[in-house]
């Protein structure tokens, strides 16, 4: 493999780094102009239905609404560069604050759910691949087709109903039972490790018993999905010469299926799996609401339709910031996956 | 092979992930657990908050002068002020306060932090609507609110006025809540009175203290335990953000929570059966209604109006779409309130509703739109109208939105007809019940007198105006009465362009080894002696 001199190395970092900001710049750009467009009324919300006049021009005057437009923008932007995001409109938290509180609560259920269902749907899209048209392929495809079709939040919802509600096997809604609510110090955010770190075990136990379903739910319908891919992509593997090549040496069945055609697919899978697992950091909207999971896709959500510009702008630059990172570590394991890459 | 263990052992992992981790949750006996919406609540300010979550959490937090009786309108309690009396001139009235109360920062409370808090919500002009209405403003509040000793409070009338009116403002929750004026002011930024400060922290003297508030996730509020009224019962209170109604009864039935607030008519439907939940309605000031624009001409039309009212299915709307949110009613005043009178009884008659549009000018009808919110039970109620208005040849096109689209345009006075709730949010005197649905001094666009639905509507009757003015002022109470009773039927001969289909109430579920709780209908519920019979 031929080592990159430096100045390219710098170059392409430089690179990276102006393209990686001009993206940003235009996303903020994109979201301040189309929240001016939005039919939303953050001070009506703020003020509420019994609100006289004088009580709504007061609010409007304070949020500086009554500015001119690029006016605004620039003040935005000018508070953005410096660092500080400022508080919502509508809550009055500061937007860093909130998005520190709620976004790891979406990193632990997505990461778990992408474990989830990468970790079954993989193996399985392999498995129906190698025994196409036979009894587990069909199986295989009646569960991935489910997942595919079935409404998330039905699942949930009847997923409650039976494993918490009848069964009494899990936690039901929110991340932990409330009344472990701020019983351990937020080290990560990350519920299952500060109780780790804490050694607190009762909390740990709750935890589990909260994420696991909503995780579950979640995984089930990524795993339909990347079975589907899986299996597709192995076929066409399983179809090309240097498979019954590899046959032809008389290498094992395990050695063919997952040492030649499950390597040339890693590449494409990975893609796949990060996409997925970007979605899911975008939040899961119905499975956070159904399962009141205090996480980013509810934040979110609730921040644009209440016309919450700021809170809305940094999660929108977050996206942003999740594509692109997930870009570049998918880059790196290209790399490291397929050697043409690299060169 | 190789294959086929790796699937074994993932389908084992699954399994065990599976496996029952523990037995069935509870509450603790000591904390009480409140499933709700949080969505609405955007500021815990009690000079500028709005949403009734908001409303409910600062009931515990902070402490007024008196409070108002949870079910006899019109009487009040003492609180902070243990005594108070009406001048003879009936301009003013003086309170005399507790002297061993602190607030949770350890400050003492006087009469100067009541003197603060009012003038600090009309300095801000964020909140206090309805104590605006009474005449008290910025410029006038240093001379109507006064502190002559740390003990006594004298509140002046702006204008005459019904002196129990002025009880129920200093009895609400809102900016009459007494802010700890040191702890505000160490906070203050850009001579804001410690507003953004005061959004998300407190600073009360109520039997609860806020201990965190996450938006949209939770606010958990701990036990004051020097509260000077008593200890009370529960070691915590914790309010969870619960958006979904199905969610909300699940955990009602795992006694993973106390009590919820919001849930579907459907899911209440179903508890109800449930022996160990108890269903509490929970009165409120609101109707349920149907408004039209007289800015239309259509409905500038009074016979047009009048076909509006016979085409309305009353009984149908609160038998199969109101249950537990709404009662058949069609009057401003609340039954129960001086001056209230017997349902009028109009009914459905899509033949009487057909001649009278036909006197319009409209023998074949006309097209016309309804705005109304997308949420149950509001679009219900609209899809019902839609069909009854067509058997007397209206065709009404529905158009969905959040409350922007809704009460935006109704404020802008650009709409044909809106379904909606709204009215006195107390529904404890008559006169206010009047005054937000009767009364429209100006009617011009430029009033923006958005409180008002008479003005909402363009609906004017200046003769209305100065009966209501002239009742309120009347000592004699049986006189009063009367004219407040004549008001509504001269209200109901002018064929109002609001028509009332119900009277909203809500309906609250919570186990039933809940004690002492009782749903107060102005959203200022005291958990301070609620407690657990375990």
Not at chain 1, 114 to 127: Q, W
Not at chain 2, 304 to 332: K, S
Not at chain 2, 466 to 474: M, P, R, S, V
Request: charged letters at 20%; glycine letters at 8%.
């Amino acid at each position: 493999m031929k080592i990159p001199s430096m100045p390219g190395r710098v170059g392409g970092v430089i690179r990276f780094v102006v393209t990686t900001i001009i993206t940003l710049l235009l996303l903020a750009t994109l979201t301040f102009f189309l929240g001016q467009v939005m039919p939303v009324d953050p001070v009506a919300h703020l003020v509420g239905p019994d609100a006289d006049y004088e009580t709504y021009h007061a609010t409007y005057l304070r949020l500086g609404l009554d500015q001119p437009i690029w006016v605004q923008f620039k003040l935005y932007l000018g508070r953005i560069l410096t660092g500080d995001f400022g508080t919502a409109f509508l809550t009055g938290n500061s937007v860093r604050a909130d998005v520190i509180r709620v976004f790891p609560a979406t990193i632990e259920l997505g990461t778990l759910a992408v474990i989830i269902g990468a970790g079954l749907g993989i193996p399985l899209g392999v498995l129906a691949a190698v025994r196409r048209n036979r009894l587990s392929d069909h199986i295989i495809r009646v569960l991935t087709l489910l997942g595919h079709s079935v409404p998330i939040f039905w699942l949930g919802m009847m997923s409650l109903l039976l494993f918490y509600s009848h069964l009494h096997w899990v936690g039901g809604s929110g991340r932990v039972d409330i009344f472990y609510e701020g019983m351990v110090p937020t080290r990560t955010g990350l519920l299952l490790i500060d109780s780790v770190m804490e050694g607190d075990w009762e909390v740990f136990e709750s935890a589990v018993r909260h994420i696991i379903l909503p995780a579950a739910v979640l995984g089930y319908a990524s795993m339909a999905s990347l079975c589907r891919m899986t299996r597709s992509f192995m076929l066409e593997q399983l179809g090309q010469e240097y498979i019954i090549a590899a046959r032809v040496k008389g290498l094992s069945n395990w050695r063919v299926i997952w040492g030649h055609a499950f390597r040339n697919i890693r590449v494409q899978l990975l893609t796949i799996v990060a996409l997925t697992y970007a979605a899911m950091l975008e939040g899961a909207l119905l499975i956070e609401t159904i399962f009141s999971w205090p996480g980013f896709g509810q934040y979110l959500t609730h921040n644009l339709l209440m016309g919450d510009l700021n809170a809305m702008m940094v999660c929108v630059l977050l996206v942003g910031l999740i594509f692109i990172t997930l870009n570049i570590i998918t880059d790196l394991f290209y790399k490291v996956f397929d050697p043409r890459t690299a060169r | 092979m190789n294959l086929k263990t790796l699937l074994q052992a993932a389908g084992l992992a699954t399994v065990m992930a599976m496996t029952p981790l523990a037995t069935q949750a509870a509450t603790p006996s000591n904390q009480l657990v409140v499933g709700v919406s949080l969505v609405t609540m955007v500021s815990l300010d009690p000079g500028a908050m709005s949403g009734r979550q908001s409303v409910e959490v600062n009931t515990n937090v902070y402490d007024t002068l008196i409070t108002a009786d949870s079910a006899q309108k019109g009487v009040f309690h003492p609180s902070l002020a243990t005594n108070w009396e009406l001048n003879e001139a009936r301009d003013a009235i003086t309170f005399h306060l507790r002297k061993d109360v602190k607030f949770h920062s350890g400050n003492p409370l006087t009469a100067k932090d009541f003197v603060f808090s009012m003038k600090r919500a009309m300095e801000l002009g964020i909140g206090g609507s309805n104590v605006r209405v009474f005449g008290y403003n910025k410029d006038n509040i240093d001379a109507m609110i006064e502190a002559p000793d740390d003990y006594t409070v004298i509140v002046h009338f702006p204008k005459p006025t019904d002196p129990n009116l002025i009880l129920g403002v200093i009895a609400g929750k809102g900016v009459c809540m007494v802010i700890d004026s040191k702890l505000a002011m160490q906070n203050q930024k850009d001579g804001d009175y410690g507003q953004a400060w005061l959004t998300t922290h407190s600073a009360g003297s109520g039997p609860y203290i806020l201990d965190r508030w996450d938006a949209n996730s939770m606010v958990i509020l701990n036990r004051n335990d020097a509260y000077w009224g008593g200890k009370p019962e529960m070691k915590r209170i914790i309010y969870r953000h619960m958006p979904e109604s199905q969610t909300l009864r699940l955990a009602l039935e795992q006694h993973d929570i106390d009590i919820a607030w919001g849930m579907s008519v459907a899911d209440l439907k179903a508890v109800q059966k449930d022996e160990e939940l108890v269903t509490a309605k929970v009165p409120s000031g609101h109707v349920f209604y149907l408004a039209m624009s007289m800015k239309d001409e259509k409905y500038a039309k009074k016979e047009v109006r009048e076909a509006v009212r016979h085409l309305i299915d009353y009984e149908g709307i609160n038998n199969t779409i109101l249950p537990f949110t709404g009662t058949l009613y069609q009057r401003p005043i609340p039954a129960g309130l001086p001056g209230a009178l017997p349902n009028p009884m109009y009914k459905f008659d899509p033949d009487l509703a057909k001649k009278l549009l036909a006197d319009a000018g409209y023998p074949d009808g006309f097209s016309t739109s309804i705005r109304v919110l997308s949420t149950s039970p509001f679009v219900n109620v609209a899809t019902a109208l839609q069909a009854s208005l067509a058997k007397g040849g209206i065709k009404a096109e529905i158009m969905t939105g959040n409350g922007d689209q809704v009460y935006g345009p109704m404020k802008a006075r650009k709409y044909e007809m809106i379904v909606g709730r709204g009215g006195d949010r107390t529904g404890a005197h008559p006169y206010t019940s009047l005054l937000s649905i009767v009364y429209n001094p100006d009617n011009s666009d430029e009033a923006k007198l958005y409180t008002l639905q008479a003005w909402r509507t363009s609906f004017q009757d200046t003769a209305i105006n100065e009966e209501l003015q002239k009742a309120l002022l009347e000592p004699d109470e049986k006189k009063q009465a009367d004219m407040y009773a004549d008001i509504q039927k001269r209200f109901e001969e002018d064929i109002p362009a609001q028509q009332i289909i119900s009277m909203a109430y809500d309906t609250v579920v919570y186990q039933k080894d809940v004690s002492n709780f009782i749903g107060h209908p102005y959203q200022n519920t005291s958990y301070l002696e609620v407690k657990k019979e375990r």
